[in-house]
């Protein structure tokens, strides 16, 4: 399996809805964005799966404007439709206009084709205008456009 293969099922698993209800007082920011995934070495095909670590490049449109940049790590096994990654995404912009940092961590699981996502905000990584942000980001891809819906709560920051 080549690296560029590998992108290719984290974009798929990258599609996969989130399912959970929100919490109430919750907000959404909704959009699109842009990601560049750049393989950093050759991947790793042994003992059934092939392994691979990547660099994403995003740039972020809508109620959330900003740049994320992340390092992603992913596995695709030798049963057809089956591979996970785990990613960490730190995210510079502004948030319905309030501006500031925070950490994703996404954790990404497709099963013979069927797909599970989950992408929450890291506890107390928020900073500037949005210290004390919590939530999680749903992404659909469809026709090789990527929409984000990013169910957040802000509250005051604990430090």
Do not use: C, W
């Not at 293969?5 to 959009?31: D, F, I, N």
């Not at 990404?108 to 205008?129: F, H, K, W, Y």
Request: glycine share 14%; no cysteine; aromatic share 4%.
């Amino acid at each position: 399996m080549t690296s560029a293969a590998l992108a290719a099922l984290t974009l798929l698993l990258l599609a996969a809805p989130v399912t959970a209800p929100a919490p109430s007082g919750t907000l959404h920011a909704k959009g699109t964005f842009d990601v560049k995934l750049t393989p950093q070495g050759e991947s790793d095909r042994r003992d059934g799966a092939a392994t691979a670590r990547m660099t994403a490049d995003k740039q972020y449109h809508g109620d959330l404007e900003g740049t994320g940049q992340g390092e992603m790590l992913s596995a695709l096994a030798d049963v057809k439709g089956s591979g996970s990654y785990v990613a960490i995404e730190r995210v510079s912009g502004t948030l319905h206009g309030r501006k500031g940092t925070f950490v994703l961590d996404h954790r990404g699981r497709m099963t013979r084709g069927a797909q599970q996502l989950e992408i929450n905000v890291v506890p107390d990584s928020g900073t500037g205008e949005i210290a004390g942000l919590t939530g999680r980001m749903g992404i659909t891809i469809t026709e090789g456009r990527h929409d984000y819906d990013f169910e957040y709560v802000l509250s005051e920051a604990k430090r």
